[in-house]
């Protein structure tokens, strides 16, 4: 069974910075795709970032580029969410969800924007609330 959890939520300053990890198990395909979301209450879901397991190739949602760095630490089948410069509209429920299986090759379903859309990806994750606040 495939699993996605996320660790790493908690309070922080405006301005500070956190890391948020996504621990995937349970997967027998050799290549697979980590997006990272989050929801504000009230909002939709928000695709955040993704990265392949495969080619490492990223992607970013213009409202965290330059910001925030995604990255891939295969021997442990886990993907980090480098959060910097955390304003007070960054506080929301984070997710990452894991996708196996592709409708077409996954580098060609990333490069489509699917890596970022709530709809398109497979197991999601728990969710860790991320507050910031003075």
């Known amino acids: 069974e495939v699993q996605a959890v996320e660790s790493g939520g908690g309070l922080v300053q405006p301005g500070g910075s956190r890391t948020l990890s996504c621990q995937v198990s349970?997967?027998?395909?050799?290549?697979?795709?980590v997006s990272w979301f989050r929801q504000i209450p009230g909002k939709e879901r928000e695709g955040i970032a993704c990265?392949?397991?495969?080619?490492?190739?990223?992607y970013y949602a213009d409202s965290v580029k330059g910001r925030w760095t995604v990255s891939r630490d295969n021997p442990k089948n886990a993907v980090e969410l480098r959060m910097t410069d955390l304003s007070p509209q960054d506080t929301a429920v984070y997710y990452c969800?894991?996708?196996?299986?592709?409708?077409?090759?996954?580098?060609?379903?990333?490069?489509?924007?699917?890596?970022?859309?709530?709809?398109?990806?497979?197991?999601w994750g728990q969710g860790t609330q991320v507050t910031v606040s003075s």
């Open positions: 969800a894991v996708t196996t299986q592709f409708p077409v090759p996954p580098n060609i379903w990333s490069g489509s924007g699917s890596c970022l859309r709530p709809a398109d990806v497979g197991t």
């Open positions: 349970g997967v027998s395909h050799p290549v697979w795709v």
């Open positions: 990265v392949s397991r495969g080619d490492g190739v990223k």
